[in-house]
DNA sequence: CTTGACCTTCCAGTAACGGGAAGCCCTATC
DNA sequence: GATAGGGCTTCCCGTTACTGGAAGGTCAAG
């Protein structure tokens, strides 16, 4: 297969195809022309990454990811490690978010929002509110 | 005061009030020996952007907050919008993350973690689940 | 006079690609 | 055979919002 029938199976662009073969994830072979040639196991590989990524996991972790896959010897405590760790991450962010959004909330529900130049936002980002 | 003062005062390391003068956020004047002079404005300013960033608000954002904040004429709602933007690119992000977080635990709770190489985690990245 | 803390500029790197240029390859059509 | 098109190649720059580090000027204290 070449480059654009890999990327309509596995959905990823051929960009992110050719950037995944700079950093070493995958290696395809090169036909006389110069061309990749993809086989199924790399389209596998591809769309095991595209879930991983769609996941949240990094470029790194989706390498740690796929050296377990194919690892047959692999302990799955090693993979649910990485797992918890990523699902730790996205619990942080989310809490980070969940914070900007309630102070964020708050700001913009004072706010009249109309013509007039007083601005309960403004003034909350220009000194922010003590709860003293 | 030097941008030492500034740094501490407004929690922002100098390297980062040094970019914001790059991109024009700020600028400061200069002493004779070369090093930016920040008045109390350029302080004020700049806990503005800290706190507008601690929002999450983009620095092109931050811009537009700013320069609503110095525009005595601007109408409250022209405020209201962009954190309403704001707020909806955090929910949004949320939502995103939520999702991960949903796929991701089931996939961890279906794993045992333990010594064997048997994973439901690879096995999901490697088929997603199909509900049908 | 030297030491050390501060300040300056500039360059490079981060994550994970995306855009676009310049140019080769292959097939189809006229 | 010439050409048009689409796909492929490499290469380099741009993105966001900084951070780290090198090389060197400035200033106050001992």
Known sequence: MNIGDVSEASGLPAKTIRYYEDIGLITPLRSDNG?????Q???HKLAFIARARGLGFSIEQCRTLLALYEDRER????????????????????AELA???????DLVQCCAGDHRPDCPILKGLAAPVTGD
Do not use: G, P
């Not at 061309?35 to 086989?39: A, L, V």
């Not at 302990?75 to 760790?85: G, H, R, Y």
């Not at 914070?99 to 909330?105: E, G, H, I, S, V």
């Open 99 to 105: 914070d900007m959004r309630r102070t964020l909330a």
């Open 35 to 39: 061309y990749r040639q993809f086989t």
């Open 41 to 43: 196991a790399h389209l």
């Open 75 to 94: 302990a799955s405590a090693d993979v649910k490690a990485l797992a918890e760790t990523h699902l730790a991450e996205i619990d942080a962010k989310m």
